[in-house]
């Protein structure tokens, strides 16, 4: 190959590589980068929230004259757990066994206490917030309040 023809070669390259680029200029094709303030504008966008229509303005509502406000009842229980064993399985799931029956970790009890299992320790959530602590073998007793509907 002569010079000549390798310089037309290369010039050709160069003119197919140029004129794509040339025309992505004058048809005004950017880059995906923005300014600042295009940036900002596209955030602004972004977050505007739609206008919500106003609520429908409804006919006043006659107040009806407020019943009383009974204060709750609250009764004291008095009860055990027998904490019989703790098991863990393969895969690492606890199960704990209080007064005969299986329970795992964050299972609500028949009473409305919740069960934790942290290692060998039992952790019963009686339903007025109090924690009451365990092993296997041992006997809690507990007393609570327990709300009554009226």
Same mark, same amino acid.
């Given at each position: 190959?002569?010079?000549?023809?390798?310089?037309?070669?290369?010039?050709?390259?160069?003119?197919?590589?140029a004129a794509p680029i040339a025309w992505a200029q004058?048809?005004?094709?950017?880059?995906?980068?923005?300014?600042?303030?295009?940036?900002?504008?596209?955030?602004?966008?972004?977050?505007?929230?739609?206008?919500?229509?106003?609520?429908?303005? *409804?006919?006043?509502?006659? !107040?009806?004259? $407020?019943?009383?406000?009974?204060?709750?009842? @609250?009764?004291?229980?008095? %009860?055990?757990?027998?904490?019989?064993?703790?098991?863990?399985?393969?895969?690492?799931?606890?199960?704990?066994?209080?007064?005969?029956?299986?329970?795992? *970790?964050?299972?609500?009890? !028949?009473?409305? $206490?919740?069960?934790?299992?942290?290692?060998? @320790?039992?952790?019963?959530? %009686?339903?007025?917030?109090?924690?009451?602590?365990?092993?296997?073998?041992?006997v809690l007793e507990v007393t609570y309040l327990?709300?009554?509907?009226?």
């Open positions: 190959m002569s010079k000549a023809s390798l310089g037309l070669l290369i010039g050709g390259l160069l003119l197919m590589v004058d048809v005004g094709l950017r880059t995906l980068f923005t300014t600042e303030q295009e940036r900002r504008v596209i955030n602004a966008n972004r977050n505007r929230q739609e206008a919500k229509p106003a609520a429908p303005v *409804s006919a006043p509502v006659e !107040e009806k004259e $407020a019943e009383p406000v009974s204060e709750p009842v @609250r009764e004291e229980v008095k %009860t055990q757990y027998r904490v019989s064993g703790v098991a863990t399985d393969l895969a690492g799931s606890q199960t704990v066994w209080i007064n005969g029956r299986s329970y795992l *970790s964050g299972d609500q009890m !028949e009473d409305g $206490a919740r069960i934790a299992i942290q290692g060998t @320790r039992v952790i019963i959530t %009686t339903p007025d917030g109090k924690r009451h602590q365990g092993q296997s073998g041992e327990r709300t009554i509907e009226n």
